[in-house]
């Protein structure tokens, strides 16, 4: 029988480090807008008849294998629920900080923004991507849409990461360039792409 949940070991030291090095009230900042993020994704797996196969933590982030799928509006759907989702906790977050005055859910609330607006990109492996890669398939059929998918996240990795370099030379931090960097890192041939549809 397969493993439902899955680690690499890779991916064991940036979460230990995270999880020693952070206060709590940062670390829960964090990590309830990724939990929100993928309760969504999960919740709209299930809600559409799917099934999850196995939970998996890589360094790509937290994926999610599925089958049982309902077409590409279904996997686009259920590529979309995790943003969604998190835009939702950034706005309860963010009013709830605000009325009681509690820094860390205001945080939480940025947080949780910056990550869903992040995974809209259509890039792969994001769920952006994911939504490109669906419809780009069910129009175009696999090796088609898969290439035009992988060309869409090799130019949106391109431009993020021209813009993260004019940002870095401007004196504003390096993280667009890192996740400009992170996102051209992962990605995948067509033939590969075209079998990732069932993931998030």
């Known amino acids: 029988m397969r493993e439902r949940f899955t680690m ?5 030291v940036p979460a230990a480090l995270f999880f020693y090095l952070g206060n709590p009230l940062e670390i829960a900042a964090i990590l309830l807008p990724a939990l929100c993020h993928e309760l969504g994704h999960v919740l709209a797996i299930l809600l559409l008849g799917m099934r ?86 069910a129009m175009l059929g696999e090796q088609k849409g898969a290439r035009l998918c992988e060309a869409v996240s090799l130019f949106t990795g391109t431009m993020l990461m021209a813009i993260g370099l004019w940002v870095m030379l401007r004196g504003m931090g390096a993280a667009l360039l890192a996740a400009s960097i992170w996102i051209l890192l992962y990605q995948e041939s067509g033939p590969v792409l075209a079998k990732r549809r069932e993931m998030i």
Request: aromatic content about 10%.
């Open 52 to 137: 999850i196969r196995r939970f998996r933590l890589e360094l790509r982030g937290f994926c999610i294998e599925y089958y049982g799928g309902r077409g590409a509006f279904g996997q686009a759907l259920a590529a979309a629920a995790g943003p969604l989702a998190g835009f939702a906790w950034a706005a309860g977050a963010s009013l709830l900080g605000v009325r009681a005055q509690a820094d860390w859910l205001c945080l939480s609330a940025g947080v949780s923004l910056l990550l869903s607006l992040f995974n809209l990109l259509p890039a792969m492996p994001l769920d952006g991507g994911r939504i490109v890669l669906a419809l780009s398939c």
């Open 8 to 12: 690499q070991l890779a991916a064991f």
